[in-house]
């Protein structure tokens, strides 16, 4: 199997905003950590100020975003976070943050890729060892189907489909996950959601720091937003840092074309279990 030096950040780094879902002020740092550590979130807010691996096993719901969890303590919406770490190749970092969800930013992964730059990236004196996927792993429900193909690299080939909204329709896109890739292809694609869906999740107490500043807002052929479309192809883009962030949760580094056809949280989570089981196997 192949393998790489472990990877942490210089110095630490913090950034503050509001949660999408909560509507709360937020801050969150980024923390350097020590070789075999992994990716931890640590929520100081609260008494002992715990701490919760980000591991598929700690999935608590994903309902609109991925929440994890030890007991009481939790974050909701890591996948913006985790997909640009995962991304840069960190191993090993301390998230610290005083609420339940981290800032959103413009409401892509943007704002926390700057923070991994400013930082600056530390290799340690330890390896880790890249995980090639030895043979075909699926899961499929409704319309809704991912397939994991063994690779010689990371390649997610995702398709989208919204036949009810002419702005979207369906899009896809097919490229290999990397620094460059991450920071020029994904990271700046933001979150959206259908006109249609926004007062089911105002109802349901979540989107309360949503608004045109960290979220695309889409009726029919007609798109709300603060600057218009980044791409035209904006929100398969989306799909796949989520995607990213999502299966992020394997917690190790592994080669495999990822093929996702209308795929969202859960499924991106329960795919990731697949994962967990193919990997323990060997």
Do not use: W
Request: glycine share 8%; aromatic share 8%; net charge negative.
């Amino acid at each position: 199997m192949k393998s790489r030096s472990q990877r942490t950040l210089k110095k630490e780094v913090a950034f503050s905003g509001v949660g999408i879902h909560t509507g709360k002020e937020v801050s969150i740092r980024f923390c350097p950590a020590s070789a075999d550590s992994g990716i931890v979130f640590q929520r100081i807010d609260l008494p002992g100020k715990p701490t919760i691996p980000a591991a598929i096993e700690y999935v608590q719901d994903t309902s609109r975003s991925t929440k994890i969890g030890v007991g009481s303590a939790s974050v909701q919406t890591v996948e913006h976070v985790l997909a640009a770490i995962y991304a840069y190749q960190i191993d090993n970092l301390c998230i610290q943050i005083d609420e339940g969800e981290p800032p959103v930013g413009d409401g892509s992964s943007a704002p926390f890729v700057k923070l991994i730059e400013e930082s600056g990236i530390e290799e340690q004196d330890a390896s880790k060892v890249i995980h090639p996927l030895k043979e075909p792993l699926y899961y499929s429900h409704g319309q809704t189907h991912l397939v994991a193909l063994p690779s010689d690299e990371y390649r997610i080939s995702y398709t989208l489909h919204y036949p009810n909204t002419p702005v979207i329709r369906s899009q896809y896109l097919s490229l290999v996950v990397n620094e460059e890739t991450f920071k020029d292809e994904i990271a700046p694609c933001r979150t959206f959601a259908l006109y249609e869906e926004i007062t089911a999740l105002m109802e349901r107490g979540l989107i309360r720091g949503g608004s045109l500043e960290n979220a695309v807002v889409i009726k029919d052929d007609v798109v709300f937003s603060k600057e218009g479309l980044r791409f035209p192809d904006e929100m398969v883009r989306h799909k796949i840092l989520d995607l990213i962030g999502d299966l992020a949760l394997v917690g190790f580094p592994f080669l495999a074309h990822v093929i996702a056809i209308r795929s969202g949280h859960r499924p991106n989570v329960e795919l990731g279990k697949e994962f967990m089981k193919h990997f323990s196997s060997y």
